[in-house]
T-cell receptor, first 113, second 115 residues
Framework: DAKTTQPNSMESNEEEPVHLPCNHS???????IHWYRQLPSQGPEYVIH???SNVNNRMASLAIAEDRKSSTLILHRATLRDAAVYYC??????????????FGQGTILTVHP | KAGVTQTPRYLIKTRGQQVTLSCSPI?????VSWYQQTPGQGLQFLFE???????NKGNFPGRFSGRQFSNSRSEMNVSTLELGDSALYLC??????????????FGPGTRLTVL
């Protein structure tokens, strides 16, 4: 299965945009890119997912590079509630990862007031 | 609508005992997945059930088992508990099978401590 690489930690100030990068240089054409986050003392929470095109929802935007070897989760205005561990996960339709989320170490996002 | 519920929230057992954890998915969701979270190994997939059948399985020993009922509720069982089984056990539900193009909703977890 393709792997993802994320920075261990990032910091941001409240109300500023945050760009969380994810590298997945061995991504295959059928890998979906998912982002989940886990707030302290809670279960993970779905954020967004995409395949090839950029995606927007009420929580965030997902920018996918043209070659799909990297992607960026964008939080447009960080709030204190966005402080969490963010996981970038690849899921393949035909591979062993189908049907399950394989979590890496993720990026710990700290938001300063 | 109600989210994913897990019972009990906290559990203390001793080595050698067995334990059963319960998960009630969101109404209308037919898939339930289980994950184990520990400080050392992070979040690891245990198994997924869809329509009462196990559809996918992670790399855990046979002491870890599960089942799903006709109402989509799921239980997870761990037999012959070991100290290393102490963890947060998370359940996630989704409308259809798998996580490919499908949002998974996680419950708050059951904190299991093995003494």
């Amino acid at each position: 299965d393709a792997k993802t690489t994320q920075p261990n930690s990032m910091e941001s100030n409240e109300e500023e945009p945050v760009h969380l990068p994810c590298n997945h240089s061995t991504i295959s054409g059928t890998d979906y890119i998912h982002w989940y986050r886990q707030l302290p003392s809670q279960g993970p929470e779905y954020v967004i997912h995409g395949l090839t095109s950029n995606v927007n929802n009420r929580m965030a935007s997902l920018a996918i590079a043209e070659d799909r070897k990297s992607s960026t989760l964008i939080l447009h205005r960080a709030t204190l509630r966005d402080a969490a561990v963010y996981y970038c996960i690849l899921i393949n339709a035909g591979g062993t990862s189908y049907g399950k989320l394989t979590f890496g170490q993720g990026t710990i996002l700290t938001v300063h007031p | 609508k109600a989210g994913v519920t897990q019972t009990p929230r906290y559990l203390i057992k001793t080595r050698g005992q067995q334990v059963t954890l319960s998960c009630s998915p969101i109404s209308g969701h037919r898939s339930v997945s289980w994950y184990q979270q520990t400080p050392g190994q992070g979040l690891q997939f245990l198994f997924e059930y869809f329509s009462e059948t196990q559809r996918n399985k992670g790399n855990f020993p046979g002491r870890f088992s599960g089942r799903q009922f006709s109402n989509s509720r799921s239980e997870m069982n761990v037999s012959t508990l070991e100290l290393g089984d102490s963890a947060l056990y998370l359940c996630a539900s989704s409308r259809s099978q798998g996580a490919l193009n499908n949002e998974q909703f996680f419950g708050p977890g059951t904190r299991l401590t093995v003494l």
